[in-house]
């Protein structure tokens, strides 16, 4: 490995870590294939209260346990559901830890900030391809621009989409590790390049899904405006009936893929 300036840039091939997730955490057999990351807790809330998670595991961090529940559909089939992490690289840690458990076939449901205000709060966005700016995507694949998504996952989400006549659009997210920093010059650049949206974690959940050789794609929402001289919050995470069928659609299309 070649010594680099920049360390984030000296990106390691080798397939083994110190510490290698399939290692370190047997694989569940109950644990179904398909399994959604969702970011919304009143999802969880509701089904939990409903009865209808079964407690399959509990992945653990400092933070506490992050339960991984197996949900039934109304047609009998099984998916796995957990409460995503926010941030590349707890998200990407719990999500080695799914893979390790058995999970294979993954769609990601959450919000983004707007680079474009005529975006409207709860419109729906598939990233294809992600901006790397934050910094667990280099551990994963060599230092790039960006990170492309899966196409086919991609067109999983679109058929089931279209089949539910949900209007959405397909674009660049950028993902960045510090939303306190997008700054104006840095919202213009990205928008300039194409960027859509926001978010903290697209690039990370790519990266990892090319580098685990699993199916990944993804739902975004959008939520708050950050394309103006003045942060407007737009009450985004008040769109619970929105979020709810997002959490639905991606369930849909995990089973689809």
Known sequence: MTLHDYPILEFDSAREAIIEPGKLIASLPTMPEPCVLCFFAEVFRDLVAAGRLHLLHNCVSEMGKHPVYALETEGGQRVAVFHSAVGAPLAVGLLEELIALGGRKFIACGGAGVLNRDIAVGHVVIPESAVRDEGTSYHYLP??????????????????????????????????????????????????????????????????????????????????????DDWDHRDWEKHTSVRERLFWLSVEACLEL
């Not at 959405?168 to 919202?187: C, L």
């Not at 859509?196 to 699993?214: C, G, I, N």
């Open 143 to 228: 230092p790039s621009r960006e990170v492309t998504g899966d196409p086919a996952a991609i067109r999983t989400l679109e058929r089931v989409l279209q089949r539910r006549h949900v209007p959405y659009i397909v674009g660049k997210t950028w993902t960045t590790d510090a939303f306190y920093r997008e700054t104006p010059d840095k919202v213009a650049r990205r928008r300039a390049e194409g960027c859509l949206t926001v978010e903290m974690e697209t690039s990370a959940f790519f990266a990892l899904a090319q580098f685990r050789q699993v199916a990944f794609a993804q739902l975004l929402y959008g939520g708050d405006d950050v394309s103006g």
